[in-house]
């Protein structure tokens, strides 16, 4: 099955410098990539996602680049804010052959700290 | 739009009694659900899928005579957790897939549940 490795597990940065978060899947056959945004005691929020057909793409502070080579995406978060402090997670879906719905494997989670 | 509830959100039980946990998407249709459960400072584990008016599928290792899952209409999916132990406190998060996209999902708030 799919297994999503992510990095770094903890990051700490200062406010209004930027934030980069790596995951890698080991499934070639995973063609959706979302990101979630979980804050303490609440379910995750989808930021931002990213389909195999495409290598970027940017939500106003908010980038995701996709490799389907080397099979790793990632997060950037610009100009960071207290309020962005959460636990981020990558997450690849594998549709299986034939069905309308794709499985979502999740990385570990990274644990984002933007000091003022 | 995209919102998915939860109810309760959280619940303590006493250890041997059932609990259900209920999942409503409340703006759009989800012809598939997703049960995850997440211990502390974890990532999400998917538990089991469910399909309108179909058995859920669940994940190995995942009990399904232990966690009942019911995915009555298009909008409500439910899951009772049976004879409930300590071992079974955790955070329970629904998703719901949307028509439109078939692997985008949407998360609920979670519930929190404590057996005593």
């Known amino acids: 099955g799919e297994n999503v490795e992510q990095h770094p597990s903890t990051l700490s940065v200062q406010e209004g410098d930027s934030a980069v978060i790596k995951c890698t899947y080991s499934?070639?056959?995973?063609?959706?990539f979302p990101w979630y945004k979980q804050e303490l005691g609440k379910g995750p929020q989808l930021i931002i996602d990213?389909?195999?057909?495409?290598g970027e793409k940017k939500d106003q502070r908010i980038a995701v680049t996709l490799n389907k080579t080397a099979k790793h995406f990632s997060l950037h978060i610009t100009e960071t804010q207290p309020e962005d402090s959460a636990v981020y997670f990558c997450?690849?879906?594998?549709?299986?052959?034939?069905?309308?719905?794709?499985?979502?494997?999740f990385g570990q989670g990274t644990i984002l700290t933007v000091h003022p | 739009g995209a919102v998915v509830s939860q109810h309760p959100s959280w619940v303590i039980c006493k250890s041997g009694t059932s609990v259900k946990i209920e999942c409503r998407s409340l703006?759009?249709?989800?012809?598939?659900m997703f049960w995850y459960r997440q211990f502390p400072k974890q990532s999400l584990m998917l538990m089991a899928t469910?399909?309108?008016?179909?058995?859920?599928?669940?994940e190995q290792g995942v009990e399904k005579d232990k966690f009942l899952i019911n995915h009555a209409s298009l909008t409500l999916s439910t899951l009772t957790v049976t004879s409930a132990h300590p071992e079974d406190s955790s955070f329970y998060i629904c998703?719901?897939?949307?028509?439109?996209?078939?692997?985008?999902?949407?998360f609920g708030p979670g519930t929190r549940l404590t057996v005593t």
């Open positions: 998703s719901a897939e949307t028509a439109s996209f078939y692997d985008e999902q949407y």
């Open positions: 499934d070639s056959a995973s063609n959706y």
């Open positions: 990213i389909r195999s057909n495409v």
């Open positions: 997450a690849a879906s594998n549709p299986a052959g034939g069905t309308s719905y794709g499985k979502l494997t």
């Open positions: 703006d759009f249709q989800a012809t598939t």
């Open positions: 469910s399909n309108e008016g179909s058995k859920a599928t669940y």
